[in-house]
Structures are given as C-alpha cells and as structure tokens.
C-alpha cells in the first residue's frame, strides 16, 4: 500500500505524492456501457466503469480541498499540521489524513490526561468505489488513536453529484465549532465510572461478534490499566481497534492480495463510529 508522510512547516502547502498526481483518460472496453479509467501517465488500465462515469484526478480533488481548508481556517490552526496519503486499489482509491494539533481539547481522567487534536478525512475515488467524501474527528496524541466517532462528525459529505467547496465550507465550520462540544463530551466519558457495569457483557451487546468482543475486553483492561476504570477507556479501546490492525492488538487484517489496507481501516472508523453510538454505549455517557 503507498503511503506518504509529511509534516510541512510551509502552513499554507500540501504537497499531493507523485504516485496519486497523474491525469485521468478513458478507453473503450468491449461492453457495450462500460470504459476503462486509465493512468494517463503510465497508460495503466486502473478500473472499469460505466460509460457514462466520469473521474476527476485525485490531484485536482485535494487542491480543491486543501485551497477551502486554506481559506477558512486560520494560519494559527494550520500551523505544524500533519497529513498522510493513502491509496488502494491500484490507485484507483485514496485518502487525506490530516491532523491539526493546534487545535486541541484536553481529556482528563483520574489516572491520565491527554490531548485530542482536531481532524479530517477525505476520500476520493476514480475507480468507481467511492463517491468524494469528507469526515472530521480528533486524534489521541498520546497514541495516535483516531477516529471519525458520534453524531458530531456525522456532518461528512458523500456526494453522489460530485464535491462542492460551498457544502465542504459548510461542513469545516460545522466539524470546528463542534470540535469543543465533543471535547466536553469525551470529557464526560472520561469521568464516567464502570465500577458497576459488568464491561464484557456490554460489548457482547454493542458487537455483536464474540470473538471480536472478547479481543475487545482485552484492549480495555489494558486502557484501563492507563486511564483508570471510565467510558473513555473503553472508548479508547475501540479506537485501538481502528487504529491499528497487527500485533500489537491482535486484529491483524487478512492479506487477500490486493492493496486494501486504508479502505478497511477506515470502514473500521466507521464500525467503531456506530459502537460509540450505539443506545448502549450512550446509556452509559447519559
């Protein structure tokens, strides 16, 4: 799986890789409603799609981002940013990560405190799996777990009719005005005691799997072990599990073959996104 890591100290920049910065041209296959979607640079055939389709470059659809980011947030905000590309499928998929740590919320609880810095996703595809779209969330900086969680970062954007910088706009001061509400609310997590809550069983109701859930429990008794026995630590057990996928937690990804990686880890974002909402984990933060 490609993967390009930068820390710009150039705060009004992002750089697009080599390996996602190529124009987009089609061919015809021998369907009838169907064309090829082609790398124009290597004269790669990267996926097939329906004759009608189109597909921007990826290149274009991240400046575009990056130029509102750029405009609607302060030089204070994107300052000592961070951001990763990934991609999958041949290229044909790929994915902004982009962490800004100076805005940030503080989580404390009895035993621990760390700091959630604010965050965006971004999505696009040409090979037809994925219309554009963009999350927002945080980021733990004390073990880089992240995650898109709660109604909060619901205000995501898939667009069936393509990628508007006024609805994205929209959604940036959306995600940042509520960036601190969700501080508050991790907050709240992190003072809410599990003393009486029987912690395996809970997760058997909101997983569902058993084998999962069980790999589960694990992660929390180890975040308990840091952050004390509260709702953030189970929290930050989900979150492990969509952060990382090897030996470390145990939930290795299968190797199928194809370079899938980014595109199951953020469906795991999304799985986890639906635990942390779930009626039983708030019943619990109520």
């Known amino acids: 799986m490609p993967f390009d890591f930068n820390i710009d100290t150039d705060w009004h920049k992002l750089i697009v890789p080599d390996h996602l910065d190529f124009d987009v041209s089609?061919?015809?296959?021998?369907?009838?409603?169907?064309?090829?979607?082609?790398?124009?640079d290597t004269d790669e055939a990267i996926a097939i799609i329906g004759r009608s389709a189109t597909a921007r470059n990826h290149a274009e659809f991240y400046n575009r981002?990056?130029?509102?980011?750029?405009?609607?947030?302060?030089?204070?905000?994107?300052?000592?940013?961070t951001y990763k590309f990934n991609s999958a499928r041949n290229k044909g998929w790929s994915m902004l990560d982009v962490t800004f740590p100076n805005v940030k919320t503080t989580?404390?609880?009895?035993?621990?405190?760390?700091?959630?810095?604010?965050?965006?996703?971004?999505?696009?595809?040409?090979?037809?799996?994925?219309?554009?779209?963009?999350?927002?969330?945080?980021?733990?900086?004390?073990c880089t777990?992240?995650?898109?969680?709660?109604?909060?970062d619901m205000v995501r954007k898939k667009n069936t009719s393509g990628f508007t910088v006024e609805n994205f706009?929209?959604?940036?001061?959306?995600?940042?005005?509520?960036?601190?509400?969700?501080?508050?609310r991790l907050q709240t997590w992190a003072t809410t005691n599990l003393a009486h809550v029987q912690v395996d069983e809970l997760i058997q109701k909101i997983v569902k799997s058993e084998r999962k859930s069980r790999k589960l429990h694990d992660l929390f008794l180890d975040e308990r072990r840091m952050r004390g026995n509260n709702l953030f630590a189970l929290y930050s057990?989900?979150?492990?599990?969509?952060?990382?996928?090897?030996?470390?937690?145990?939930?290795e990804l299968r190797n199928t073959g194809n370079d899938t990686k980014a595109v199951s880890m953020l469906a795991r974002e999304q799985e986890v996104?639906?635990?942390?909402?779930?009626?039983?984990?708030?019943?619990?933060a109520a």
């Open 26 to 40: 089609f061919d015809k296959t021998r369907v009838r409603d169907k064309k090829y979607v082609i790398n124009s």
């Open 65 to 81: 981002v990056w130029d509102t980011i750029v405009e609607d947030l302060s030089q204070e905000d994107l300052q000592d940013k």
């Open 107 to 142: 989580v404390e609880t009895v035993k621990h405190k760390t700091e959630i810095a604010f965050r965006m996703i971004a999505v696009h595809a040409i090979d037809g799996t994925a219309s554009p779209a963009t999350w927002f969330g945080g980021i733990d900086t004390f």
């Open 145 to 152: 777990n992240g995650q898109i969680t709660g109604d909060w």
């Open 169 to 184: 706009m929209r959604e940036l001061r959306v995600a940042k005005t509520n960036f601190d509400l969700q501080g508050k």
């Open 237 to 251: 057990a989900f979150t492990n599990y969509s952060s990382y996928a090897d030996a470390r937690n145990g939930f």
């Open 273 to 284: 996104s639906k635990w942390v909402s779930s009626p039983e984990f708030l019943e619990l």
